[in-house]
């Protein structure tokens, strides 16, 4: 009987054991598989992310190619222009993809350079404290009062226009929320133990910031980059909308939108593609956002 018993014993020692070694990271990745909403957003962007690299070399018509003897012509499977062409004779379809490459590349670029500065200006201010925090916490609100469209005229005025720059302009924006939110969560952190142990063992400040601190936001700074690249689309939607945005013969979605919007009662086809295209991403990117923000949620934990 006893001898029966052993393995069960054993076997429940073993389950034990392996839920104590779980770390916090494989229960935020459990619970991240478990949300629908967010699987279901990371599979579409992930074939969203497909169609716009690799569709344009399958896709039998380029972006820019006019065809003068199809102008503004409704979906069709004639020739495959199975969305309609534009007022121009270009095909639908190649211009939907080149428009969500555009505007994915935006978005990832731009949140990566605000990632890059924020996650830098936040955790320096948040660790040194006192003046230097004070100084440079001030410098971000007077930023934070010039409005968005006046820097990126600005921008554009001085540097011309360019994809690059609109890159750079967004990212130069949006820095400013991330700084905040990291220097919060540097002020909490640099007052645990671990830090104060880095300290006693004679770690110098930016060994400290980058080996103990900078690790241990990247629960807060990835939910917000997931939640910051919908914004940035939108941000540069909106600056093609006003004729700010990329230069023909290159395109983005919310070019496509302000283009298709002036067509509507003539041609709806063209404002459709483009605006459920548009709505499919960004929801995509709020739920994958929304499934980070429960997954790593302190108090979820």
Known sequence: MTMLAAPAENADLM????????????????????????????????????????????????????????TAIGPTLEHLHILGTDIYGRDMVARL????????????????????????????AGFAGGRVDQVMMRLVDILYAMPFIFFVILVTIVFGRSIFLIFLAIGAVEWMTMARIVR?????????????????????????????????????VVVYVT??????ILQESFLSFIGLGVNEPLTSLGRLISDGQRELSSSPWLLFGPAALMVVTLLSLNFIGDGLRDALDPKER
């Open 227 to 232: 939640l910051t690249m919908p914004v940035v």
């Open 15 to 70: 389950n034990r054991a392996t839920i104590k070694g779980r770390s916090l990271w494989d229960d935020a990745r459990r619970r991240l598989l478990a949300n629908r909403a967010a699987m279901t957003g990371a599979v579409v962007l992930g074939l969203l992310i497909l169609i716009a690299l690799f569709g344009p070399l399958f896709w039998p018509h380029e972006y820019k190619t006019l065809y003068r003897d199809r």
């Open 184 to 220: 919060g969560q540097t002020l909490a952190l640099k007052q645990k133990e671990f830090v104060e142990a880095a300290r006693a063992a004679g770690v110098k400040p930016l060994g400290i910031v980058l080996r103990h601190i900078v690790p241990n936001l990247l629960g807060p």
């Open 97 to 124: 993809m080149m428009g969500l490459q555009v505007s994915l590349a935006v978005g990832a670029v731009a949140t990566l350079v605000s990632l890059v500065i924020g996650v830098a200006w936040g955790a320096i």
